[in-house]
């Protein structure tokens, strides 16, 4: 069975505790394991071995919510200094809006 990964900013991280989720935002700070993500609000982020991100850089992460509302990275993407975070916080917000077209729940 398909599982949808749902586009969310921070202030949807309670509506998803336990679940997966892609988040896109700004990478604020680095802290050893540990990230501050700002997409619409601070998230934090626990990092996996795999995740190679640069401050100041936009950043995709799919991760699950744990029930502190941090994000426990599966996987991430640099997305560079190019990202137009209002353009992605308005995808979140239309796909809120109309989740029919955007899960398969």
């Given amino acids: 069975m398909e599982t949808s990964t749902p586009r969310v900013t ?3 991280l309670n509506s998803y505790v ?3 989720v892609m988040v896109v935002g700004k ?3 680095i ?3 540990d990230a501050i993500i700002d997409a ?3 998230i934090s982020c ?7 991100l640069v401050p100041g850089n936009g950043v ?6 744990n029930p502190d509302l941090s994000v ?12 137009d975070y209002n353009l992605a916080n308005t995808v979140v917000e239309i796909s809120h809006q109309h989740k029919h077209l955007f899960t398969t729940e």
Avoid: F, M, W
Avoid at 72 to 83: A, E, I, N, R
């Fill in 10 to 12: 921070c202030a949807y």
């Fill in 18 to 20: 336990g679940k997966n």
């Fill in 27 to 29: 990478v604020a700070q």
């Fill in 31 to 33: 802290r050893g394991e």
């Fill in 40 to 42: 619409d609000g601070n």
């Fill in 46 to 52: 626990k990092l996996n071995r795999d995740a190679h």
């Fill in 60 to 65: 995709q992460v799919i991760g699950k919510v």
């Fill in 72 to 83: 426990k990275v599966l996987s991430s993407l640099d997305l560079g200094t190019g990202v």
